[in-house]
C-alpha cells in the first residue's frame, strides 16, 4: 500500500473490537468486584466509590461487544464461526438480528449484557442507598457477571473465526424464525437476569446483617421489574408454541417451559413477602430466602436449557462440559449465599407481631401456595433424569402428572386471593372481612351454574374454572373499590388511589382472567382431522371448513406449502383462512403454520398436513374457546405490574425521604 494510502472498510475489525470489549468487561467486572468489598469492610469511601464509574464501564464495554456481534449477524459475516452456523444471506433482516441471540453463544452474551445493565442501573438510581450496602450490591452484581464472563471466554466464546469462511451459512432453526420467538428469549433473560438484583440485594443484606423496611422497599421495585418481563416472556413462549407448533396447545410442560415458570412463581412469592418486610418488618428469614431461592431457579432453567440433561424444542445447547461449567456457578453462588444466609439467620429477627387472622398471614398461605407449586414443577421436571441416574429407570412425566399435581395449588390460592386482599394489616374480624365478599362469592357460583347448565358436556374443570376467574376478577375489583372508604365522592378518590392499588387490582383480575381462560380451552375444546379433496369440507362443532386450493410459493428462504380454505359457521361464511407447511431447505427442516380465526369467545384453528396418496390433503381444524382470553390475562398481569411500578412509593428513590440519616452499615 502506498505511503498515505487509506485501507479499505473491513467489517471484520468491528468484530474484532467487540472481542477485546468483552475481555476489558472481564476485566472491569473482577475490580468491580473485589475493590467496592474491600472498601466496604474497611469503610474506604474512595474505594465503594470505584463501583459506580465500574458499573458503567462493565456495562458500555458489554454493549460494545453485543453490538458488535449484532453487525455481524446484519452483515452476513461468515468469517464468524457462530454466524455460519445460525445465520443466511436470504434471511429476513428481522431473524438476522434475532439470530445474534437465538444460539446458545450469543444468548449468553445477551446474559451478561443484562447483568451489566442491572448493575448499571442500580449505578444509576441508587444514590438514596447506604453507600456501604450499594458497594457490596454492585459487587455481588459483578460477582454474577464475572462467573458468566468467564464462562462465555473459556466455554462458550461467540467471536471464533473461521479459517476458511464459507460462502454462505447453515441459517438460523426455521421455528426460531418467527416474531414470537425473536422477542421471547429477550423478555425471558430481562426477568431471569432481574433476578440476580434481588439476590444481589439480599447477598449485601446477609453480609451487613441487616434487613429493614427500608430494604423491603428498595428490593421490590428490582422483583417487581423481573416478574413483569418473565410474565411477559411467557406469554410470548406460550402464543408461540400455540400458532407455530401447530397442535393447538399453548402449554406442554416442556423442561425449557418449566425452566421459565419456576422463577416466575417464586417471585410472585417474593414480591409479595417483601411486602410483609415493608409494612410490617416480619417474614425478614423467609424473604431472603426466596431471593437467593428465585435467582437460584434461573441459574437450574440456564443448567437446564445448556447442559443437555434435558432435551426441548427450545434448547440452545447439548454440550455436558458447559453444564458443569454453569453447574459450578451454581454451586458457588447458592451454596455461598445458602452458608451465608445460615450465619446471618440469628440477626433477621422480625419485628412486627400478628395475628393468625391477618394480611400476613394471607400473604403468607400466598407464599407457601407459590413455593410449594414450584416444589411440584421441579420434580415432575427433574424426576425422569433423578430415575434414570439413581434407579436405572427410564420415565416419562407429563401433562397428566403435572395437570394433578399443579393445578390443586392454584385452585386454592384462587379461592384465597380475594379473601387475603380483604383482610386488614396485623388483626382482622374474619366475619367482617368477608362481609363485603358474599355477593361476590354468589355471583361468581351463578357464573359457574351457568357456565355447567348451558356446556354441552358435564364435566366440572370448565364451570368450576369460571367461578374461580370471576371469583377472583370480581373480588379485586370489590377490594379497590372497598379502599374508597364510605359516602359521597368514592368515584372521586377511586381516581386519586395510588397507581399500586390500581396495579394490584389489573394484576389479579389478569390472573383471574387467565384462569377462566385455561380452564374453558381445556375443558371445551374439539378437534376434527380428514383427508380433503379440493372442494372438500369437514365440520367441527357448528363449523365448517372447506378447503378451496392448495398451491406451492417461494418464501425468502423456505418453499411454502399453502392451503386456502373458506370457514362458514351455520351455513354463513365468516373468514378465509390460509395455512401453510413450510420447508426450509438450508435447514432440511419443515414447520407448520397454523391459521387461526381470532375471536373473544373462541378460536377457530386450522393445520394442512401432507398431501395424500388419493390427492387429498391432511386437515386438522380444531374449536378453542376462551384461548384468547389467556394472552388478555397475561398482558393485564404484565400492564398491573407495570402500574406498581410507576407508582413513586415504590421506585428506590422513595425510600430516600423516609430516612434522615443512612442506615447503620453493622
Known amino acids: 500500500m502506498a505511503w498515505g494510502a487509506v485501507a479499505p472498510y473491513d467489517g471484520t475489525m468491528i468484530t474484532e473490537l467487540g472481542h477485546f470489549a468483552l475481555i476489558l468487561a472481564f476485566a472491569v467486572a473482577i475490580i468491580q468486584t473485589v475493590v467496592p468489598l474491600i472498601g466496604a469492610q474497611k469503610r474506604w469511601p474512595g474505594w465503594m466509590a470505584v463501583a459506580e464509574p465500574a458499573a458503567s464501564a462493565q456495562f458500555a464495554l458489554t454493549a460494545f461487544a453485543f453490538g458488535a456481534l449484532m453487525w455481524a449477524f446484519v452483515t452476513s459475516d461468515f468469517s464468524l464461526r457462530l454466524v455460519v452456523l445460525n445465520s443466511h444471506s436470504m434471511k429476513p433482516m428481522l431473524y438476522k438480528i434475532s439470530g445474534t441471540w437465538g444460539n446458545h453463544e450469543g444468548s449468553m452474551l ?65 421455528l426460531l424464525q418467527d416474531p414470537g420467538l425473536a422477542f421471547h428469549p429477550p423478555f425471558l433473560y430481562l426477568g431471569y437476569v432481574g433476578l440476580s438484583m434481588t439476590f444481589s440485594f439480599a447477598v449485601a443484606a446477609l453480609i ?18 423481573a416478574w413483569i418481563f418473565l410474565t411477559i416472556g411467557i406469554a410470548l413462549g406460550s402464543w408461540w408454541a400455540y400458532y407455530e407448533l401447530g397442535w393447538g396447545g399453548f402449554w406442554f410442560w416442556d423442561p425449557v417451559e418449566n425452566a421459565s415458570f419456576m422463577p416466575w412463581l417464586l417471585a410472585a412469592a417474593l414480591l409479595h413477602s417483601a411486602i410483609v418486610v415493608e409494612k410490617r418488618e416480619s417474614l425478614k428469614s423467609w424473604t431472603i430466602l426466596l431471593a437467593i431461592l428465585a435467582f437460584g431457579f434461573s441459574l437450574i432453567g440456564t443448567f437446564i436449557v445448556r447442559s443437555g440433561l434435558l432435551t426441548s424444542v427450545h434448547a440452545f445447547a447439548n454440550d ?83 395437570d394433578a399435581a ?71 375489583i370489590m377490594d379497590l373499590w372497598g379502599r374508597t372508604g364510605r359516602g359521597e365522592g368514592r368515584l372521586r378518590r377511586l381516581t386519586r388511589l395510588p397507581r399500586a392499588d390500581w396495579g394490584k387490582m389489573v394484576a389479579h383480575a389478569g390472573l383471574g382472567v387467565t384462569m377462566a381462560g385455561i380452564a374453558g380451552l381445556t375443558a371445551w375444546s374439539q378437534d376434527e382431522i380428514r383427508a380433503l379433496p379440493i372442494g372438500g369440507s369437514l365440520d367441527v362443532g357448528s363449523y365448517t371448513v372447506q378447503l378451496d386450493n392448495v398451491e406451492r410459493l417461494q418464501g425468502p428462504n423456505y418453499v411454502s406449502t399453502v392451503g386456502s380454505l373458506t370457514l362458514f359457521q351455520n351455513g354463513k361464511e365468516i373468514s378465509q383462512l390460509r ?11 419443515p414447520t407448520t403454520e397454523a391459521a387461526i380465526d381470532y375471536n373473544l369467545a373462541r378460536d377457530v384453528y386450522v393445520v394442512i398436513g401432507d398431501e395424500q396418496d388419493t390427492g387429498g390433503w391432511v386437515i386438522r381444524a380444531y374449536i378453542k374457546p376462551l384461548t384468547n382470553w389467556i394472552w388478555i390475562g397475561c398482558a393485564l398481569m404484565a400492564l398491573g405490574g407495570m402500574l406498581s411500578l410507576s407508582d413513586r412509593r415504590f421506585r428506590v428513590a422513595a425510600g430516600a425521604a423516609k430516612r434522615a440519616t443512612p442506615v447503620p452499615a453493622e
Do not use: H
Open 406 to 476: 399443579f393445578t390443586p395449588f392454584m385452585v386454592l390460592l384462587g379461592l384465597a386471593l380475594p379473601i387475603g386482599s380483604a383482610m386488614p394489616w396485623k388483626r382482622a374480624n374474619i366475619g367482617r372481612a368477608l362481609r363485603p365478599l358474599r355477593y361476590v362469592f354468589l355471583l361468581a357460583v351463578a357464573v359457574g351454574c351457568l357456565a355447567f347448565v348451558i356446556q354441552t358436556g358435564r364435566s366440572l374443570l370448565g364451570p368450576v374454572g369460571l367461578f374461580l376467574g370471576a371469583w377472583v376478577v370480581m373480588g379485586t
Open 320 to 402: 455436558p462440559e458447559r453444564g458443569v461449567f454453569i453447574l459450578m456457578i451454581m454451586a458457588f453462588f447458592m451454596g455461598g449465599a445458602l452458608i451465608l444466609f445460615a450465619l446471618r439467620a440469628s440477626a433477621l429477627e422480625a419485628k412486627g407481631v400478628f395475628s393468625i387472622v391477618s394480611r400476613e398471614s394471607a400473604l403468607l398461605v400466598n407464599n407457601v401456595l407459590l413455593a410449594v407449586s414450584c416444589f411440584v414443577v421441579f420434580i415432575g421436571t427433574m424426576w425422569p433424569l433423578l430415575a434414570e441416574m439413581f434407579f436405572d429407570r427410564k420415565l416419562s412425566v407429563g401433562p397428566p402428572f403435572f
Open 208 to 225: 451487613e446483617g441487616r434487613v429493614d423496611a427500608a430494604w423491603g422497599r428498595w428490593v421490590r421495585p428490582w422483583t417487581l421489574a
Open 110 to 174: 445477551l446474559w451478561v449484557l443484562i447483568v451489566s445493565l442491572f448493575g448499571a442501573m442500580a449505578a444509576w438510581f441508587g444514590g438514596n442507598l447506604p453507600q456501604t450496602l450499594r458497594a457490596r450490591v454492585l459487587a455481588v452484581q459483578a460477582a454474577i457477571g464475572v462467573a458468566f464472563f468467564a464462562f462465555i471466554i473459556l466455554t462458550s466464546n461467540p467471536f471464533l473465526r473461521l479459517a476458511t469462511p464459507p460462502f454462505d451459512g447453515q441459517d438460523l432453526n426455521p
Open 579 to 589: 395455512p401453510e407447511k413450510r420447508f426450509y431447505p438450508v435447514a432440511q427442516m
